[in-house]
């Protein structure tokens, strides 16, 4: 059965059970795994995992699959609390690229400023922000929920003598105690789309108020409404088995506690997602909504996921 007609039985209500015993090509075998995994049928999820594997032997997001179903795993919404895996991915394969592009954009953006004063929402390890701490900054602050992330940066910080305050925190958490404070660039490289939806326009109203620049870097995400569909389905499908083997010493490092918890979050419509990106016109929307009067974009790189833009807006 092909992935398309597997995805017409799925609206039409039918079991992901029911299908297994006539799936013959690797796809559909795949999207029976997560449909099943989606629908809470753990056996029939990690049976059709098995499956896929069996009929394309070389599929490696098959395989990686198939053990995380096959054990105890990482949700969607838990990748950055224990963040080997992630540390090990945005350090490996096309991410060297792609860091390396953010961190020039960081830096001709600070040069348009005087000893600018930055905020950095969801900084992370400080992959992007540390290397470019030697830009002028006069001061900078981060905020970061993942305590474990954000002990790199932390000792970054220090070691860079650039004056800082660190918030182990969701910037949700920080609008209160930093209601009075201004900064010449609020950025967030890759870390906005961790908020639902609904919790982001009350964030980007308070920022829009507190910057004179707002940067974000996101990945241009087509419409993820209907994950099951084969249009959607099929080439997430083609980017994860590319993402993957992009690695190659620590593969099932970074596919099990990271990729594959991720591109299963993108077929839950709930809470077990690790993002919630979009398009870039619906960023740019978003903020427009928010209230920002001027907002540009410029692709930064070509990366395998998505093109990644940088978007520009202030008041
Ligand atoms: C893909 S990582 C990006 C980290 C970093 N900015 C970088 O470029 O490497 C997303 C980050 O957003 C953080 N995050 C998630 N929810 C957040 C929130 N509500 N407020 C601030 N940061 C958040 C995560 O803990 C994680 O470190």
Request: proline share 6%; aromatic share 10%; glycine share 8%.
């Amino acid at each position: 059965m092909s992935v398309s007609r597997m995805a017409a039985a799925r609206l039409a209500g039918e079991a992901p059970g029911d299908l297994l015993a006539g799936t013959s090509a690797p796809e559909s075998a795949l999207f029976l795994a997560i449909w099943a995994h989606h629908d809470r049928a753990p056996d029939t999820a990690l049976a059709a995992a098995r499956l896929a594997v069996e009929l394309d032997p070389d599929g490696e997001f098959a395989r990686l699959l198939a053990l995380y179903l096959g054990s105890g795993h990482t949700r969607g919404d838990r990748v950055y609390d224990t963040p080997a895996a992630f540390q090990a991915f945005i350090r490996g394969g096309g991410n060297v690229g792609l860091y390396s592009a953010t961190q020039e954009a960081l830096r001709r953006h600070y040069h348009r400023f005087d000893a600018p004063t930055v905020l950095d929402v969801g900084v992370g390890d400080g992959m992007a922000l540390l290397p470019v701490l030697d830009a002028g900054l006069s001061r900078v602050d981060v905020v970061e929920p993942s305590a474990e992330l954000l002990a790199r940066t932390r000792a970054g910080l220090a070691e860079s003598g650039v004056p800082h305050r660190v918030r182990h925190a969701r910037i949700e958490d920080v609008q209160r105690e930093w209601d009075g404070e201004r900064w010449t660039v609020v950025q967030s490289t890759f870390a906005f789309d961790a908020l639902p939806p609904d919790r982001r326009s009350g964030v980007l109203e308070w920022i829009r108020d507190r910057c004179e620049s707002f940067l974000l870097v996101v990945f241009d995400v087509p419409d993820t409404t209907r994950p099951f569909s084969p249009e959607w389905f099929l080439p997430v499908l083609a980017k994860a088995e590319q993402g993957v083997r992009e690695y190659t010493e620590h593969r099932d490092l970074v596919g099990l506690g990271f990729l594959v918890p991720v591109v299963l979050g993108f077929f839950d419509a709930g809470s077990a997602r690790a993002n919630y990106e979009q398009s870039v016109p619906s960023w740019e929307a978003e903020l427009r909504s928010a209230g920002f009067g001027t907002v540009s974009s410029h692709r930064l790189f070509d990366y395998w996921w998505q093109p990644a833009y940088v978007i520009e807006a202030s008041r």
